[in-house]
């Protein structure tokens, strides 16, 4: 049975820094990619960044290029996000994602991934 457990996030100010992570369970970490999504109260949920667990290869929403960072622990099957320059925009429920069975160009949509963590809350206040 998949696990995805999501940790971190929370409140910060804009221009400030948080990081989210989740660690994966039931799943051979290195053989699929895992992404972050975020969402917010009647909005689609949206593609943040993902990365190839087993080569480290990184994409990213435009509207976080530059800003936020994808990255894994293997050792620890942890997928951390990493978000600096936090803007009030930025608050969202994150999501991590994990087992993405899709085309590479195609993985900023939800239905591409087989496993979901609970979320957790990021606000920024202004």
């Known amino acids: 049975q998949v696990q995805v457990v999501e940790s971190g996030g929370g409140l910060v100010q804009a221009g400030g820094s948080l990081r989210v992570s989740c660690t994966v369970s039931g799943l051979t970490f290195g053989n699929y990619a895992m992404g972050w999504f975020r969402q917010a109260p009647g909005k689609e949920r949206e593609g943040v960044a993902i990365i190839v667990t087993a080569g480290g290869s990184t994409d990213y929403a435009d509207s976080v290029k530059g800003r936020f960072t994808i990255s894994q622990d293997s050792a620890k099957k942890t997928l951390y996000l990493q978000m600096n320059s936090l803007k009030v925009e930025d608050t969202d429920m994150y999501y991590c994602?994990?087992?993405?069975?899709?085309?590479?160009?195609?993985?900023?949509?939800?239905?591409?991934?087989?496993?979901w963590g609970q979320g957790k809350q990021v606000t920024v206040s202004s």
């Open positions: 994602a994990a087992d993405f069975a899709g085309r590479w160009w195609e993985w900023k949509a939800p239905q591409n991934y087989n496993s």
